[in-house]
């Protein structure tokens, strides 16, 4: 009797808790705390300022876009499970990003702020690319390659906060948007794409 009644209750719990850590922990956040930590390391203030240039066109517009899109009934919430839906954003998220990587360039922006908008450009196409035929994951994507660029520029310790990837990816699982193998691919790809790309073009 008191298994019965406490295995619900649990699931519950279990379930409330990947809620809170798949919306603490979206591409949004990484996107933002990737930016103004490396923009820091570079140059203090000055790579603040770049950091929030890039993050206007990283983060901000593609949720004020995701956003309109949800109150237009567009699509069900912010993380847009549904493949096609998916595609729109993703492809809109693709142009935003590269129009600030444009403006970066043309106000002279540090070369490793350039490169760290760019390494998020390619990585989410790469995921463009896979999205159609299979649900990868970005959370999992987003926050690999978070982690990566930030152990490139603070030390082989950040890679501690993998256990954080690892959390997101049971929580992408725990609420069923995504297989084990869609997370644990998204976590492959973003890394390494990431990561290749960051140290290519820093």
Known sequence: ?????????????????????TDGLDPKTWIIADTLLIGWHHSR?????????GCLFAAVIPLAF?????????WADRHV????????????????????????WAFGAPRTMIA????????????LVVTPAWKISVHAA???GSVAMLAMTYGPWVLLAYLLV???????????????AQVLAGAAVGGAVAAGTFALAR
């Open 1 to 21: 009797m008191t298994t019965t009644i406490t295995r619900p209750h649990e699931s519950r719990n279990e379930s409330r808790a990947a809620r809170l850590i």
């Open 45 to 53: 203030l000055a790579g603040i300022g770049w950091a929030l240039l």
């Open 66 to 74: 995701i956003t309109y899109g949800i109150r237009r009934g567009r």
């Open 81 to 104: 499970g549904q493949r096609q839906q998916r595609i729109i954003v993703m492809a809109f998220i693709i142009a935003s990003v590269a129009t600030g990587i444009l403006l970066l």
């Open 116 to 127: 760290l908008i760019a390494a998020m450009l390619v990585t989410l196409a790469a995921l």
């Open 142 to 144: 987003v926050s690999s």
């Open 166 to 180: 690892a959390v997101v990816s049971w929580s992408r699982v725990e609420l069923r948007d995504h297989t084990l």
